[in-house]
């Protein structure tokens, strides 16, 4: 297995490479590499088998990924396009294929089979390029995703019905018809664990904060469901998919989502190489006109089935090309179908050639054509044709639930990194401002019971790509980093910076120390926790020292516009920045603990306390009542509580006449 898995690595790597300079999308380049490297090439690799085996588990977790990303209640919302749209589509493409190949000659059963085979598109190529796009969750993209979920639930009849096509007497209704319990029971299975078990179990794992068992635990749940529904005569993908859904009703989908991305990305490769290794260049290259034209066939009737397809459940012109731009090509289930054709003796080896050429070429164009899918419809809709024609095709019907499904998505929003004392007051005053926001949480009883409140808050690492795209920081306006890990909190500007650069972050550390590195890693601001404390117990002390509310405001700009300068230098640095006169006053709150005395129980005005003492009384609290109204007829009594200003002398003798006796 080793040198086979060196030599694909190796060889892609350079393909890739030379591909990325020329802007030529990297399933090409796995394409190509399966090629060279396959028996139809240099013959470089012999373990067909090992490449088999691992490019199936590619499908496994590309389903698996999508299946997180959805939800039971978007598939729900989707129905009509899954089994209204993915019906008409299959049925439409195998009725118009079957027809073309009956009229060329073949045997109805045959053209019936090649109609199978043209139905399906491939689930792999396209929703991998659709992710990389961030088109996934809009209205084409569900729809797309809507088709193809069809098809790959579609695929399992048709195996079925092709030994009854090559002749042979099983009883396919009766098969059917237990499949359709085994499915009823799946998806049963599907909702209950959606709802009960794998949301308790995620919590339970994601309390011990050990991300190898989290990892781990996410990896046991997409191949057991996906063994589950291999047992019951389903496809792996389909169960992959459902395993997906399960953990897509949990609060962890998003981190489980950025776990599992690199695993299928490896994985998914080979998937590719395998495809590109059973394409026959001299065989092309022979037959170059009649595959061609087979080519064309397929692209058009393919796409025209589709279009009417999408557009039956009330989808417009424009989305309707856009969808059929995008699953025009011939998909890898169809090559799995191709392969059982020829085991049965359905198809020869001739056909079996003439088909894959037409399907890897499908393959092949299909990046280029998603890419400028939009362009395409768009010069659809501007053909020359008849103006009432063109009408028709700019109107939008509008009358599909999905049209409504996606929402409005967060934009111009704050992002809260971390859920503590700071996140969770910064969560409130952001609620009071009405300024939307999100919250990104690694506790997983913090996020269960802020959520339970009604709070925007997902579990996840927030260094982790897809945690981040599902708050849309590229759509953010701030970024707040307030927790309390220095390396998470470089890991998370980084990961950040690599989305947008147009969102501001500000960073909370501990200590000053740190300032630069955040600030060269991409953070806007930075606030170090003991200097902002230090700017706080100084700001009170200026307080109480009487000083301008103005004046101490300008003070604590210029501290931190010179990044806390004042309190880092060991000893002074030139002039002060900070010229305050303090005033010789001060203002106190004192008791009279007396019951008699030289101010106690005699009208202020025969005292003469301004002008012994040199202090005013400026309010007076008794008996729980405080009030500013003081007169020369106001005395003082045992227990009252004075507001007096003053010098600080002055304030001293007047605390010793009013205060305990033996103080």
Not at 330 to 353: K, M, P
Not at 427 to 449: C, F, G, L, Q
Not at 476 to 482: E, K, L, N, Q
Not at 640 to 660: C, T
Request: aromatic share 10%; with cysteine; proline share 3%.
């Amino acid at each position: 297995m080793l040198p086979e898995i060196v030599i694909i690595f190796g060889l892609a790597t350079l393909v890739i490479m030379l591909f990325t300079r020329l802007k030529v999308p990297t399933i090409i380049g796995f394409l190509l590499t399966g090629t060279i490297a396959g028996p139809y090439g240099l013959s470089l690799v012999n373990a067909s088998a090992t490449v088999d085996v691992l490019s199936e588990i590619g499908i496994i977790l590309l389903l698996f990924v999508i299946g997180m990303e959805f939800s039971l209640k978007s598939l729900m919302s989707i129905k009509k396009a899954v089994f209204v749209g993915g019906s008409l589509q299959v049925s439409l493409t195998i009725l118009a294929a079957t027809v073309t190949a009956y009229f060329f000659g073949f045997d109805w059963n045959v053209a019936v089979f090649f109609g199978f085979l043209l139905a399906l598109s491939s689930t792999a190529i396209v929703l991998k390029l659709l992710q990389e796009m961030g088109q996934v969750n809009n209205l084409s993209g569900k729809t797309i995703l809507a088709i193809l979920i069809f098809q790959d639930i579609i695929i399992v009849p048709m195996m079925l019905f092709t030994p009854m096509l090559a002749g042979e007497s099983d009883n396919v209704l009766l098969s059917l018809f237990f499949m359709a319990v085994k499915g009823g029971l799946v998806i049963l299975f599907t909702i209950l664990s959606a709802k009960y078990l794998i949301p308790q179990l995620l919590f339970w794992v994601a309390k011990t904060r050990n991300e190898e068992l989290f990892l781990l635990s996410i990896i046991v749940i997409c191949f057991s469901v996906a063994f589950l529904t291999s047992l019951l005569g389903l496809s792996l993908g389909l169960g992959a998919f459902l395993a997906g859904l399960i953990i897509s009703e949990s609060e962890y989908s998003h981190h489980a989502t950025g776990k599992i991305l690199p695993f299928r990305e490896i994985f998914l490769s080979f998937f590719f190489v395998s495809v590109g290794m059973l394409f026959d260049v001299t065989f092309l290259f022979s037959h170059i006109e009649i595959i061609i034209g087979i080519l064309v066939l397929v692209l058009v009737f393919k796409f025209i089935m589709t279009v009417v397809a999408v557009r039956s459940i009330g989808i417009d012109f424009k989305e309707a090309f856009i969808v059929g731009f995008s699953i025009f090509q011939i998909g890898e289930f169809s090559l799995l179908l191709a392969q059982e054709g020829v085991e049965i003796g359905l198809i020869d080896q001739n056909h079996y050639q003439y088909f894959l050429a037409v399907s890897i070429l499908t393959m092949a164009i299909t990046p280029f054509v998603i890419k400028n899918r939009e362009k395409l419809a768009f010069k659809m809709l501007d053909a020359p044709l008849p103006q009432k024609l063109k009408t028709h095709l700019s109107t939008s019907t509008g009358n599909i639930s999905m049209a409504n499904m996606e929402g409005e998505e967060l934009s111009d929003h704050l992002v809260i990194i971390g859920y503590g004392l700071n996140g969770r007051n910064l969560s409130k005053a952001a609620k009071r401002a009405k300024i939307p926001y999100a919250i990104i949480e690694m506790n997983p009883e913090t996020v269960r019971a802020e959520g339970e409140k009604g709070e925007p808050i997902i579990y996840g690492d927030a260094s982790n790509e897809m945690v981040l795209k599902h708050v849309n920081i590229h759509l953010s306006r701030v970024v707040v980093i307030a927790i309390s890990n220095s390396d998470a909190t470089k890991s998370i500007i980084t990961a950040i910076r690599l989305l947008t650069q147009n969102a501001s972050i500000i960073v909370r550390t501990r200590y000053v120390n740190e300032i630069s590195a955040n600030l060269s890693m991409g953070a806007n601001e930075v606030i170090p926790e003991e200097f902002e404390t230090s700017i706080e117990i100084f700001t009170r002390v200026l307080n109480k020292y009487l000083i301008a509310k103005d004046d101490i405001e300008d003070f604590t700009e210029e501290v931190r516009s010179h990044n806390y300068e004042m309190f880092r230098a060991t000893q002074n640095r030139g002039r002060d920045r900070l010229n305050i006169d303090l005033p010789e006053i001060n203002f106190v709150s004192l008791k009279v603990d007396r019951d008699s005395g030289q101010y106690i129980n005699k009208p202020l005005k025969k005292v003469n306390l301004r002008e012994n003492l040199g202090v005013s009384l400026v309010a007076l609290k008794r008996e729980g009542q405080t009030t500013s109204h003081i007169d020369g007829d106001t005395k003082l009594k045992f227990g009252d509580i004075v507001y007096v200003v003053g010098k600080p002398d002055g304030l001293s003798e007047f605390e010793k006449a009013i205060g305990e006796k033996d103080r």
